[in-house]
């Protein structure tokens, strides 16, 4: 069964440094979502790309934060400087189209800023 | 902001029991899904429904959706201890991506 994969599973940086997450949505999948999740809170949308474009970055801080998929297929998303306060999850998730569809998860990545 | 909040926050149950968490909503909303997440896991899809349904089956699990009260509960019968995990609802408004709630965490001992 076809999934999200997504690299490194594991991250641990200081803070001001710049880290970035890969992620592969499933073959197909036009729509792809990148979430933070706090440890104890259900995941919030940093940015949804519909092919290679952005359709909604409004909670992406982008004074640190950019994200970018390139060829409409794999995607980036890189924080720099990393904060205390960026330590989450960080998931990503694909769905065939926008709207209704089922997202399906990748194992995400944990980020730990010391 | 999160648009779901789920009660309880935390629940510990026998094997063998039914599991029952509730969602609340505070807009209107296309459908509303309910997700699981392993513990350090990814989220997996487990039942959609739609906002004019108000009951839906899928296996060992209950969805109910009361859109006058913007809630929704998920029961799981015979819970197993693989079935811990939290439980996360998420609304889709249709105008942008899904919007998750806190959360259930639940525990089911054997």
């Known amino acids: 069964e076809a999934e999200v994969a997504q690299s490194p599973r594991y991250k641990i940086t200081e803070k001001s440094q710049a880290v970035a997450f890969w992620c592969d949505p499933i073959s197909g999948h036009a729509t792809l979502y990148w979430y933070r999740q706090i440890l104890g809170q259900g995941p919030e949308l940093l940015v949804q790309f519909q092919d290679e474009s952005v359709v909604d970055d409004s909670q992406l801080p982008k004074d640190r934060f950019s994200a970018e998929r390139l060829k409409g297929v794999d995607s980036t998303l890189k924080i720099q400087p990393a904060e205390l306060g960026d330590s989450a999850m960080y998931l990503c998730a694909s769905s065939p189209r926008t709207g209704t569809d089922t997202q399906y998860f990748g194992p995400g990545t944990r980020l730990t800023v010391l | 902001s999160q648009q779901g909040e789920e009660d309880p926050q935390a629940l510990s149950i026998q094997e063998g029991e039914n599991a029952t968490m509730n969602c609340s909503y505070k807009t209107s909303i296309n459908n509303l899904q309910w997700y699981r997440q392993n513990s350090g896991r990814g989220l997996v899809h487990l039942i959609l429904?739609?906002?004019?349904?108000r009951e839906k089956h899928s296996g060992r699990l209950r969805v109910t959706l009361d859109t006058s009260k913007k809630s929704s509960s998920l029961l799981i019968t015979a819970s197993r201890a693989a079935d811990t995990a939290s439980y996360f609802c998420a609304t889709d408004t249709g105008r942008r991506a899904l919007t998750f709630g806190s959360g259930t965490r639940l525990q089911v001992q054997p």
């Open positions: 429904i739609r906002s004019n349904e």
